[in-house]
C-alpha cells in the first residue's frame, strides 16, 4: 500500500499553461515536503508545509497543504521547460520519512 | 540548506567486485544520513538510515551484508556494495536531514553505478 499517492504519474503539456499535481493520503501526517529532481542528480528541496490549510508561494508555483494534513497539492502557473522534471512529495509520519511516487513533468517548448 | 556530496558521481565496476560511494556533508554535522536508491524512471527507494557511531538501519528487503554502511564520522557516510551483480546497477543517492527540521532533507548529487 502506497501511503502518499501522487497524480497524475506523467504530465506533458505545452509551455505557458497551468498545471496542478497532487498528493494524497489516507493518514496524517506532521509535514509536508515538495522535491524537485531533474535527470541524472538529486532530489532538491523545494518548499515544507507545516500547518494546516498552508499555502507558500515560491514564484510560479503555488503549495497548498490541506486542511487536514492528509493531501497537498502543487499548482504551476504559465509553466516553462525549466519546469520540466520529478515531483516527488515526502510526508514525515512517526519519524519517518515516505516519498510518493512521484510526478514526471515534462513542459514543451 | 545543507550541502552534501557525493563521490564517485559515476562508476563501472564488473562483476563480483565491491564497490564504495561516499556521502559527505559539507558544512554541517550529520547524525544521520540516509541511502536511496532509483531505478530509472522511478522514485526513491529507501535503502538504510545511517546512524553516526552505531549500527544502520536497513528497510524490509534490503541486504545489510550486501549493502555495507559505515557512518564513522558526523560528516562521512559510505556505502559498500559488495559482490555487485548487473541487477546492482541503479542510482545511488544520499541525503542527511536538514538542521533546523529533521524531516527536510538535502540530497547529494547521486552516484551511477553500472556493473558488466
Known amino acids: 500500500t502506497q501511503l502518499l499517492e501522487q497524480s497524475p504519474q506523467f504530465l506533458s503539456i505545452q509551455e505557458g499553461e497551468n498545471l496542478t499535481v497532487y498528493c494524497n493520503s489516507s493518514s496524517v501526517f506532521s509535514s509536508l515536503q515538495w522535491y524537485r529532481q531533474e535527470p541524472g542528480e538529486g532530489p532538491v528541496l523545494l518548499v515544507t508545509?507545516?500547518?494546516?490549510?498552508e499555502v507558500k508561494k515560491l514564484k510560479r508555483l503555488t503549495f497548498q497543504f490541506g486542511d487536514a494534513r492528509k493531501d497537498s497539492s502543487l499548482h504551476i502557473t504559465a509553466a516553462q521547460p525549466g519546469d520540466t522534471g520529478l515531483y516527488l512529495c515526502?510526508?514525515?509520519?512517526?519519524?519517518?520519512?515516505?516519498f510518493g511516487k512521484g510526478t514526471r513533468l515534462h513542459i514543451l517548448p | 540548506g545543507a550541502v552534501v556530496s557525493q563521490h564517485p558521481s559515476w562508476v563501472i565496476c564488473k562483476s563480483g567486485t565491491s564497490v564504495k560511494i561516499e556521502c559527505r556533508s559539507l558544512d554541517f554535522q550529520a547524525t544521520t544520513m540516509f541511502w536511496y536508491r532509483q531505478f530509472p524512471k522511478q522514485s526513491l527507494m529507501l535503502m538504510a538510515t545511517s546512524n553516526e557511531g552505531s549500527k544502520a538501519t536497513y528497510e524490509q528487503g534490503v541486504e545489510k551484508d550486501k549493502f555495507l554502511i559505515n557512518h564513522a564520522s558526523l560528516t562521512l557516510s559510505t556505502l559498500t556494495v559488495t559482490s555487485a551483480h548487473p541487477e546492482d546497477s541503479s542510482f545511488y543517492i544520499c541525503s542527511s536531514s536538514g538542521r533546523a527540521n529533521s524531516y527536510e532533507q538535502y540530497f547529494g548529487p547521486g552516484t551511477r553505478l553500472t556493473v558488466t
Open positions: 515526502a510526508g514525515d509520519r512517526d519519524d519517518k520519512i515516505i
Open positions: 508545509v507545516v500547518t494546516g490549510g
